[in-house]
Nanobody, 118 residues
Framework: QVQLVESGGGLVQAGGSLRLSCAAS????????IAWFRQTPGKERDFVAI????????SYGGSVKGRFTISRDVARNTVYLQMSSLKPEDTAVYYC???????????RGQGTQVTVSS
């Protein structure tokens, strides 16, 4: 079983940057594509980005494309989300999730809070 732990959230001013980390343990990390989602109370979860197990296939949600970058370090079992040009509407709990070959999200972390002040 894979455990995912996010870190790196915090309070930042609009226009600033943060880097989130998603550290995996307890399983074969390279078997999974890893995605970032975000969620605010009362809203549907929002897809942020996904990276394949190889690191070669990337995809981003429309609202973050060009501002966020996803990457992974297989040796460290960690996926990163570099967030730049942050906006107040990026405020949310960000969590990572592991997707198996059938396209199912089978593991997720607890999340880390990102707050962007105007």
């Amino acid at each position: 079983q894979v455990q995912l732990v996010e870190s790196g959230g915090g309070l930042v001013q609009a226009g600033g940057s943060l880097r989130l980390s998603c550290a995996a343990s307890g399983g074969t990390f390279s078997n999974y594509d890893i995605a970032w989602f975000r969620q605010t109370p009362g809203k549907e979860r929002d897809f942020v980005a996904i990276i394949s197990w190889s690191g070669y296939r990337l995809s981003y949600g429309g609202s973050v494309k060009g501002r966020f970058t996803i990457s992974r370090d297989v040796a460290r079992n960690t996926v990163y989300l570099q967030m730049s040009s942050l906006k107040p509407e990026d405020t949310a709990v960000y969590y990572c999730a592991a997707q198996n070959g059938a396209g199912e999200y089978v593991y997720r972390g607890q999340g880390t809070q990102v707050t962007v002040s105007s």
